[in-house]
């Protein structure tokens, strides 16, 4: 039995993985858990997996770890083989971080990790000899491509993307778009931060910035096509001109699972491809300027991915809140990576203080 410790494990990706080792019967041991905020599920899901020990991030409950000292020390006390990081945001850079210095496998559903800091991550991983398994689903998907690869025959990587609910909506309605609006994801089933970030397309220009730190591709060899079927995950060009893709239905389970054991079966339902209508079509970059601006970020080699992610939580935050409408959000962001970002995310202390400063300028311009 391979064991699991799930962080932010009462979030989408959490409770994914949950009914999926509960659904196939998986041979994992759920040997502790982690929720910040939703205690009593935290509770009920140690209870019906027989977990060893839960931590509460967020407030202090008895008979719990706590904080993420206590989140370390839970590690320590009950160590599992691979750890499922889906902490929403930047706070779970310090818990990827904590699991590879201990030399634990990392599965890596926190794409902020990566892109705020991928290359102290990468290192610290190298030096303890801990595996980081991509699980977001174009990452994923990915990974398994370029395993059956040489890299050396890859030209470019191809990240599919929904387009969103807005996809076909004409700029001038832009402005009048609400949060409900923005959460009605047309192909799938997430929590609220990556569904708006999915309606913006900031999340593809967050995995844009990723999948050049995971696979070591540059900003001209990564290509964004949109998808609204989301079938295909995301594609490898080759130098020959033959395309390779990584094909599935909609259901993140098949990049959780995968993530954490080799060869399993019967995952998610099998395609009809007699009755598959697949399209793509180009981004526009003009309507949703965010995902340029992952390019130029790239170019850059400074600390503004720290930026535009810090940013893009602080202007998600509070559109969801009616603080601020759609188009005053995603210029939030933008205004925020104009700003100097001089340096190089080679520090925890300068990647933390690079977000509270983006933070600062972000909360400002609201």
Known sequence: MKRITILGSSGSIGQTTLTAIRRLSLPIKVVSLSSHTNIDRLRSDGRSFDAEALCSTGAEYEGLYHGFDGLEAMLDDHRPD??????????????????????????????????????LLFKTARAHSSRIIPVDSEHSAIAALLAGHERSAVESLILTASGGPFRLLEAEQFARIKARDALAHPTWTMG??????????????????????????DSDHIEVVIHPQSIVHSMIRCHDGAVYAQLSKPDMSLAIVSSLLDGPKGVVDRLDFSSLSLTFE????????LLSLAYDILR?????????????EVAVAAFLQDQIGYLEMIDVVRRTVEQEWSGAPDSLDTIIESDRRAREVALRLL
Do not use: H, M, W, Y
């Not at 779970?92 to 559903?109: C, F, H, N, Q, W």
């Not at 990556?194 to 696979?215: P, Q």
């Not at 180009?282 to 300027?289: I, L």
């Open 82 to 119: 691979i750890v499922l990081n889906a902490i929403s945001g930047f706070a779970g850079l310090r818990a990827s971080l904590a699991t590879v210095e201990r030399g634990i496998d990392l599965a890596l559903a926190n794409k902020e990790s990566v892109v705020c800091g991928g290359s």
């Open 192 to 217: 609220q931060k990556i569904t708006i970030d999915s309606a913006t397309l900031a999340n593809k220009a967050l995995e844009v910035i990723e999948a050049a730190a995971l696979f070591g591709f």
């Open 282 to 289: 180009a981004p526009d970059r003009v309507r949703f300027p």
């Open 300 to 312: 850059r080699n400074d600390l503004s991915a720290i930026a535009f992610n810090a940013a893009d």
